[in-house]
């Protein structure tokens, strides 16, 4: 199959019905893609939700069921959608869960679950993808990190080791794809407005904003914008990177 043309891209968005996913699907069908988001066919309410909320971009934005931990699940999906809808040309995976706790009290179930969706979904998607792109000579990867993959945090050994994970995935990645028209790069957010932050303890959420020099959480917006910026097709120089976005939160060179 060959690559659309930049008017029509389609992109697949894992974790595409969540807070962060949600808003890189609607800007990236602002920007003239197609858009698959992808998540848990469980999530019943929400995927209702998301239909309504998305309504406006008709078949633009269209919603497939897959669990990102099921590498065979992951190959059919892919193989399904290049039939049916058309090649994978943009590829972001925003699925991603906690499980926090202490590594004193982290049982081996907390941590494998959170290594099958946040660090194997990644590579269960990206292994279904690759050869499809390399062999078109255009794709654009963008998988999601967190500032806590960076820094670590307390309570999060298990996220913190997935998601500086992704970034080691994407940087090896972006070698083995650079001359084949394929970009993988990382957006590291810091913390957001968006259930996953709102689960966190008030005075803990309290603590964490006055220690963000822009002075608030990120939004979904400010995070779709760079996912946006990675994916154009004249992106095509800024592979292996990781793009915080984070308010200042963490600076580094
Ligand atoms: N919200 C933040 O502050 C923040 C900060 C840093 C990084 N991140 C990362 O950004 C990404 C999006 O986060 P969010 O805030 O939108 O979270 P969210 O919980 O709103 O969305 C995550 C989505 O992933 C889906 N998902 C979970 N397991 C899945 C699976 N096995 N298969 C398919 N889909 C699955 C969920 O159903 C959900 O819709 C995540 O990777 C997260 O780790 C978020």
């Given at each position: 199959m060959t690559s659309s043309t930049s008017a029509s891209r389609l992109a697949v968005v894992t974790g595409g019905i969540g807070g962060i996913g949600t808003e890189i699907c609607m800007r990236l069908a602002d920007a003239g893609r197609r858009v698959i988001a992808v998540d848990l066919a469980t999530r019943g309410e929400r995927i209702e939700a998301f239909r309504e909320q998305v309504a406006a971009y008709g078949s633009a934005i269209r919603f497939e069921p897959c669990d990102v931990s099921d590498f065979k699940a992951c190959g059919g999906l892919i193989d399904h959608v290049e039939r049916n809808i058309g090649a994978v040309d943009i590829l972001v995976n925003a699925a991603g869960i906690t499980r926090d706790t202490s590594l004193r009290k982290m049982d081996p179930q907390h941590w494998h679950d959170l290594m099958r969706v946040n660090l194997d979904g990644v590579f269960n998607t990206c292994r279904h993808v690759i050869e499809g792109m390399t062999s078109r000579h255009f794709g654009r990867i963008v998988n999601l990190s967190s500032v806590n993959g960076q820094t670590g945090q307390f309570g999060q050994t298990n996220y913190s080791a997935a998601k500086a994970g992704v970034h080691g995935f994407s940087m090896a990645l972006a070698r083995e794809a650079a001359r084949k028209g394929v970009t993988v790069n990382t957006v590291s957010p810091g913390y957001c407005d968006t259930p996953m932050v709102a689960a966190v303890p008030q005075e803990i959420r309290q603590q964490i904003i006055a220690d963000i020099p822009v002075g608030r959480l990120g939004m979904p917006a400010d995070i779709a914008r760079a996912v946006v910026f990675l994916t154009a097709?004249?992106?095509?120089?800024?592979?292996g990177a990781n793009l915080p976005v984070n308010g200042g939160y963490f600076m580094s060179f």
């Amino acid at each position: 199959m060959t690559s659309s043309t930049s008017a029509s891209r389609l992109a697949v968005v894992t974790g595409g019905i969540g807070g962060i996913g949600t808003e890189i699907c609607m800007r990236l069908a602002d920007a003239g893609r197609r858009v698959i988001a992808v998540d848990l066919a469980t999530r019943g309410e929400r995927i209702e939700a998301f239909r309504e909320q998305v309504a406006a971009y008709g078949s633009a934005i269209r919603f497939e069921p897959c669990d990102v931990s099921d590498f065979k699940a992951c190959g059919g999906l892919i193989d399904h959608v290049e039939r049916n809808i058309g090649a994978v040309d943009i590829l972001v995976n925003a699925a991603g869960i906690t499980r926090d706790t202490s590594l004193r009290k982290m049982d081996p179930q907390h941590w494998h679950d959170l290594m099958r969706v946040n660090l194997d979904g990644v590579f269960n998607t990206c292994r279904h993808v690759i050869e499809g792109m390399t062999s078109r000579h255009f794709g654009r990867i963008v998988n999601l990190s967190s500032v806590n993959g960076q820094t670590g945090q307390f309570g999060q050994t298990n996220y913190s080791a997935a998601k500086a994970g992704v970034h080691g995935f994407s940087m090896a990645l972006a070698r083995e794809a650079a001359r084949k028209g394929v970009t993988v790069n990382t957006v590291s957010p810091g913390y957001c407005d968006t259930p996953m932050v709102a689960a966190v303890p008030q005075e803990i959420r309290q603590q964490i904003i006055a220690d963000i020099p822009v002075g608030r959480l990120g939004m979904p917006a400010d995070i779709a914008r760079a996912v946006v910026f990675l994916t154009a097709d004249d992106a095509s120089y800024i592979t292996g990177a990781n793009l915080p976005v984070n308010g200042g939160y963490f600076m580094s060179f």
